[in-house]
Every structure is written in structure tokens, then in C-alpha cells.
């Protein structure tokens, strides 16, 4: 009876339904350039303003957005023809009137959605770095070397003549370092335009080559590598009504850099900071735009160590004669009041945290709206600045990190945000009032997948005294009474940061993977990382990989207390200046990492580029006992467990001569690493080749590891 009854239970329970068990993870779900990627990552909407009218943007169609998310269409592509298929880059350039702006291969139009029709169009085939001024509806753009304009009657202005690979017009210099991102400036009214022209004819070429001709062809790329022979630029205006060019006459250009162009709100005078080459002594000059005589210099910063303008100056749109400036001066970065005769008038913010971005202007309250980690270094707050007594309020007080984006007006912003347990919201945002209604929340895309635990903590620096921050990983089934694998990842470089308070912890989505295979990871800014002031991010100047491995190790010294991570299996991967902290730490402490994955690593400082690598380790020649410490070449023989170099092949960040001399450094001194090439890759794999990057990186942790 007892048996039967055990039966009929059993049978009832096959019956019933199961929980759903979840699944796990491939790097096709997890890697950017994986086939299921996008569903992996948190749902998103795309906004604009015009005005402050928000608007929405999708691939068929475009239209306003009340506060409580709801859509009303304007327009549909299908309406205007059949050679346009996506609305995602629409614009909306005058509050005004009812045109917006598209582009496709072949042309730009103003479409009217009242009037159902285009009410002006531009040619654009063939542009390359095109940048489109709504005020005099001229587009600056190059092609085949050359600068030209094409005005808003579509005549074609060609520039320059003597544009080549050696003489480079209109495009982003100096290596895109001093947050450059572009090489044209339109002044307000729309008719002139400054420009960059680069004369790189003097540098030496790096000699890259291409495989996929019968027999492998050069083709080098221009590279000064520090303390060799660099580029020289000037700067250019064109006057759209006389159809001429002058030159800004600041000097002769050798060893110098010129960066942050702006200009005056009545496009007569072009500002811009000029450094040296030693990068520790930058000066904010002014220029007349009509005859190219320098007017003024209006500011100057030196330092023992280095300054770094990243910033143009801001004209503040309701007074004409005051400026804000960004500086890290007091040893953070701050904004401070100028007139434009160069008077300091007040520093508007204070304090020992980062302004990390100015959104712009709220002309109603006359206050600037910033981005700052002054609640927390791993958050990032939306506040309003009063430019009349520089006193900050709080526009958004979520924990977590935002991103805003304003309107015209600077009433209203667009507040997208997480937090580590947040994937995304949206809202929008009254930035008088801090006042916020909820546009859009994302569902969590991984609510079907077994996910890994994500911690967040702090410990002390090698100085005893600096707070940084680390991220843990552990595997979704974690057990604290097993021993597990770890690697750490790092980074560790300037400008970059591992550790914020966004979705997860801001992990990589390798981290999931690796822990779904039964590995830790630990993850910890060091010095010498950003967002935390001056003096962080300098602690390594002339001595780069130093006082960052002494950090690295007060993690391992943490990882050594948790009875969970077992110290006999520890690994370490990182990618360029993390690929470089990789084998600094693979050498330098050879028996306490028994696996390594380095990926496009520096290896030697002196075959880096000029600026980047001056900034933070001056000149082989000034510093030779810098270059000499930091060097991977002569640590190659303290190389003892199993370590794989990986690079692109025609990588022009990081020049394949840097794993080339370390992998002979390794032959000569008798140590054994491993080697994977990348073919036609650059610094970084791109697309599908990125899953295959990160299957080999896991696999050698697998196989050498586990």
C-alpha cells in the first residue's frame, strides 16, 4: 500500500509544472558584437529637442513627446520617398519652425511635416568629417584630402589645394588628445570657419602592412613616438563673403599644441589654449578673426607635472563679455567666471570632487547645469549653478549615475540613469524645480538568465591614506566555503575609470561570462585613474605602472583575506594600458600570478606616441631613468607562468613593435609566452571578431587556470 501511494505521488509530481530554470549566458548574448547582443543589453528610446518641444526618434518616423512619454507622429519617412530609411539622426534646428533636418547618402533636406514637402536641400554625396551650420545652412566637410564648403545654394567652395596625407585639413590633430574630437569651427553667424591644418610631413612613418594583396603592401601610418620629430599645426579662418583665408599668427607651430577652439558670440574673435611641448604651461589667447593678429592672452597655467585643457571656453549666452573656464587648478575640476579681458570675476564651484561635464545653460535662472561626483566619486548628479553667486542645487538626487541633455532654453533636460540595481530610466526633468516625470523604464534584460553577484567596495592605497574603489564578481551558484579562480581585470590608465555606481557596477559583460564559469573577478581603480582630482591622477607622472602596481597589490592583499579566492590560481587580464599593468604585474611579481591575458600592450614608453606619452613620462631623453624602470623588456626574464600577448596586427594606437620586442626579449632571455595576432584588426577588435577575442581570452584561463 505504502508503495503505491509513493507511486501515485511521484506520478502527480511529474505532472505538475516545473519552475522555469534559467538560462545561462554565451558571449553571442554578452559581446558587443555578438548575434543576440542587443537583447541582452537594457531596452532604450532616443530623444531631441526642438526648442523645447521634446521629440522622439525612430527608424520610420519623428514626433513630440508629452511628459508623461506619450508619442503624437509628425512625419513618416515613407511620406518623403523611398530613399530615406532611418529618422534616429533627425534634428530639429530652429524651435520655430516646423522643418526638421535629414540626411542619406545623397542629400540633406529641411522638411517641412505642415506643409507635407522639402522646402530646401543640400548635396552631400561624398563627405567625409561633414560639420553643418544651422545658421547659414554651409556645410564644411573634406574630400580627397582637400576642405571644402558647400553653401545653402549647393555651390561646392574647395578650400585648400595642397591637402594630402602629409598636409591634413579640417580633421581632429594631435592624436585626438586635449579633447579634441573635430578639426572644423563654425563662428556663430555661420560665415566663418576655423579649421585645422596639419603639416605631418616631418614625422616618421610607422610602417603597417596590408596582407590582402597578392603580395603584402605598406601602408604606414604617421606616428611621432615620444621625443622623435612631431606634426605642426595652424589654424585657419575662412570668410564665407570675401572667400579668403587667413592664418591665426601665433608663432611657429613646432612643439606646440593649439586646442579647444571657440568663438566670441559675435564671431570676430577666435579663442583657443595653446601648450608647449612639455605640456606644463598652457595659455588661453585670443585672435581677430578678420586679419588673424592675436588680441589678448587672457589666462595662464603652469605646473610641476602637466595641464591638460580639455575644455572651450562658454560664452554665457544672456552677457556677451563673461566666459566660464574649466580648470583643475585647486586640484579638481572646476568652473570659473571670466570677464573677456581675462578678469577673473569668481570660482563658481568648490570642493574636493570633479565637474565632470557642463551640460549648458538655463537662461531663465541664469545658472549653469553641470554633471558632479560630489555626493559620491562613484556617482555622477545633475546640478544647477547660479552663475550670480555660484550656490549649487541638486536637480537630480538619485543614487546612481545620469546623463542629461538639455533644452534650448536649459527648462528642461532629459535625464537618462541607472544604478547597480537599475538597468535604465528615463525622465524628464524641470531643471528649476527638480521636478521629474518618468518617460521610459527599461525591463531587466537578463531576468531570464542566472546572474552573477555583483559587489561593490573600498580599501586603503599603498599611501595608507587614498579610498579607492573595486568591484567583485562571483558566480550565481556562489558557495563561500569553496575556493575559487580569480583573475583581476585592470585598466589602471589615465582618462578611464572600472568602478561607478551604474547597472551592475558598470561590469564588463566578460565578468558574467568568466563567473558563470566558476571564476572571481576583482576589479580596482588605482592612482592614476580619472574623475578623482588632480593629485589622483598624477600620483604616477614620469614613472607610469609604479604607484599603480603598489594599489593593484593592496588588492591582492585584500583577495589574500577572503578564504574564498584561492591565491594559488590567480589571474590577471587587461587590455592596451591594461595590457601593459597585465605584464608589469605578470614580471614584477611572477609568483603570484600564475595566468595572464594581455591584449595591445605598451611595452616600452618610448615607442608611444608624442602626446600622451610625454604628458605623463616627458621625454626619453629628459626622463631616462623613467623609461629605463618602467620598461617590460628587461622584466621579460622574470616571466614564470603562462602568459599570452594578443594583438591587432595593424594596430596604430599601440604599434605591433611593442609585442614584437618583448616577444624577442622573451626568446633572448629563454621566458615562454604565448602570441595571437589579429589580422587587418586595429587597437581594439571590432564587430563578430570580438566574440572570437573573448572565447580565446576565456579559453586560456580555462586551460591554464581552472
Not at 553643418?132 to 561646392?156: F, G
Not at 564665407?240 to 586646442?259: C, E, H, V
Not at 541664469?366 to 549653478?385: D, Q
Not at 572600472?498 to 576589479?523: C, D, P
Request: hydrophobic content about 35%; some cysteine.
Amino acid at each position: 500500500m505504502m508503495k503505491t501511494k509513493v507511486i501515485l505521488t511521484l506520478l502527480i509530481l511529474s505532472c505538475l509544472p516545473m519552475n522555469a530554470q534559467k538560462k545561462l549566458f554565451t558571449l553571442e548574448d554578452l559581446n558587443f558584437g555578438g548575434t543576440n547582443y542587443r537583447h541582452s543589453q537594457p531596452e532604450n528610446r532616443w530623444y531631441t529637442w526642438w526648442g523645447d518641444q521634446l521629440m522622439y526618434l525612430d527608424a520610420e518616423e519623428g514626433g513630440t513627446v508629452n511628459h508623461n512619454g506619450q508619442q503624437s507622429p509628425l512625419f513618416a519617412l515613407k511620406d518623403i520617398g523611398s530613399d530615406w530609411h532611418s529618422a534616429f539622426a533627425a534634428r530639429y534646428p530652429y524651435p520655430h519652425e516646423t522643418v526638421v533636418l535629414l540626411k542619406n547618402n545623397k542629400q540633406r533636406i529641411l522638411y517641412d511635416w505642415k506643409k507635407k514637402e522639402i522646402v530646401w536641400s543640400q548635396c552631400c554625396e561624398g563627405e567625409k568629417y561633414a560639420d553643418w551650420n544651422k545658421t547659414s545652412k554651409a556645410v564644411a566637410y573634406v574630400k580627397n584630402h582637400q576642405l571644402y564648403i558647400r553653401d545653402a545654394q549647393d555651390l561646392e567652395h574647395q578650400l585648400t589645394s595642397d591637402g594630402s596625407r602629409e598636409i591634413v585639413y579640417g580633421q581632429s590633430v594631435h592624436r585626438n588628445e586635449f579633447g579634441i574630437e573635430k578639426g572644423t569651427f563654425w563662428s556663430p553667424d555661420g560665415l566663418r570657419l576655423a579649421f585645422y591644418r596639419m603639416d605631418q610631413s616631418m614625422v616618421t612613418d610607422y610602417p603597417q602592412v596590408a596582407i590582402d594583396t597578392r603580395i603584402a603592401t605598406q601602408e604606414p601610418d604617421k606616428y611621432p613616438m615620444a621625443g622623435m620629430t612631431s606634426h605642426q599645426v595652424t589654424v585657419g579662418v575662412y570668410n564665407m563673403n570675401t572667400q579668403k583665408t587667413i592664418y591665426l599668427k601665433a608663432g611657429n607651430p613646432k612643439d606646440r599644441y593649439f586646442t579647444n577652439i571657440a568663438w566670441s558670440p559675435d564671431s570676430k574673435t577666435v579663442y583657443m589654449f595653446e601648450l608647449n611641448r612639455d605640456q606644463n604651461d598652457c595659455r588661453l589667447v585670443s585672435y581677430d578673426a578678420v586679419t588673424g593678429e592675436k588680441t589678448a592672452e587672457l589666462y595662464r597655467e603652469t605646473s610641476e607635472k602637466y595641464v591638460e585643457p580639455l575644455h572651450p571656453i562658454l560664452f554665457l549666452p544672456w552677457d556677451d563679455e563673461k566666459f566660464i573656464m574649466q580648470s583643475q587648478r585647486d586640484g579638481y575640476n572646476h568652473l570659473y567666471l571670466y570677464n573677456k579681458e581675462g578678469k577673473l570675476l569668481k570660482q563658481l564651484t568648490h570642493g574636493n570632487y570633479v565637474v565632470l561635464d557642463v551640460l549648458g545653460f538655463n537662461k531663465e535662472q541664469k545658472s549653469v547645469i553641470i554633471a558632479a561626483n560630489k555626493y559620491h566619486p562613484l556617482h555622477r548628479w545633475l546640478y544647477r549653478v547660479s552663475v550670480k553667486d555660484g550656490k549649487m542645487t541638486e536637480i537630480v538626487k538619485t543614487d546612481g549615475v545620469h546623463h542629461g541633455m538639455l533644452s534650448s532654453s536649459g527648462i528642461y533636460l532629459i535625464d537618462k540613469w541607472n544604478n547597480p540595481s537599475t538597468p535604465r530610466n528615463i525622465d524628464f526633468v524641470e531643471t528649476n524645480k527638480g521636478k521629474a516625470a518618468r518617460l521610459f523604464t527599461a525591463e531587466d534584460p537578463w531576468k531570464d538568465y542566472e546572474q552573477p553577484i555583483f559587489e561593490c567596495g573600498s580599501l586603503k592605497a599603498a599611501d595608507g591614506m587614498t579610498d579607492l574603489y573595486y568591484r567583485m564578481v562571483k558566480p550565481y551558484n556562489f558557495d563561500p566555503s569553496k575556493k575559487y579562480p580569480t583573475v583581476i581585470y585592470v585598466y589602471g590608465g589615465p582618462h578611464a575609470h572600472n568602478v561607478e555606481a551604474s547597472w551592475h557596477w558598470h561590469s564588463r559583460s566578460w565578468e558574467t561570462y568568466m563567473a558563470q564559469k566558476g571564476y572571481i573577478l576583482f576589479i580596482l581603480d588605482n592612482r592614476g585613474s580619472e574623475n578623482r582630482g588632480r593629485d589622483f591622477e598624477q600620483a604616477t607622472f614620469r614613472q607610469l605602472g609604479q604607484i599603480e602596481m603598489q594599489d593593484q597589490m593592496k588588492g591582492v592583499d585584500y583577495l589574500r583575506t577572503l578564504p574564498y579566492v584561492d591565491m594559488d590560481r590567480l589571474g590577471v587580464h587587461g587590455w592596451s594600458f591594461g595590457g601593459f599593468m597585465t605584464i608589469s604585474l605578470m614580471t614584477n611579481y611572477p609568483d603570484i600570478f600564475k595566468v595572464g591575458v594581455a591584449g595591445g600592450p605598451v611595452i616600452d614608453w618610448k615607442w608611444y606616441e608624442v602626446m600622451y606619452g610625454e604628458r605623463y613620462m616627458d621625454t626619453p631623453e629628459t626622463n631616462p631613468e623613467g623609461y629605463e624602470k618602467t620598461s617590460l623588456l628587461k622584466q621579460a626574464k622574470n616571466l614564470k607562468g603562462k602568459l599570452q600577448v594578443i594583438t591587432g596586427y595593424n594596430d596604430d594606437t599601440v604599434v605591433p613593435q611593442h609585442c614584437l620586442s618583448f616577444l624577442k626579449a622573451c626568446i633572448d632571455s629563454g621566458t615562454q609566452p604565448d602570441f595571437f595576432v589579429y589580422p587587418d584588426e586595429p587597437h581594439n577588435m571590432r564587430g563578430h571578431t570580438s566574440v572570437h577575442l573573448h572565447e580565446r581570452i576565456t579559453q586560456y584561463f580555462e586551460d591554464y587556470l581552472k
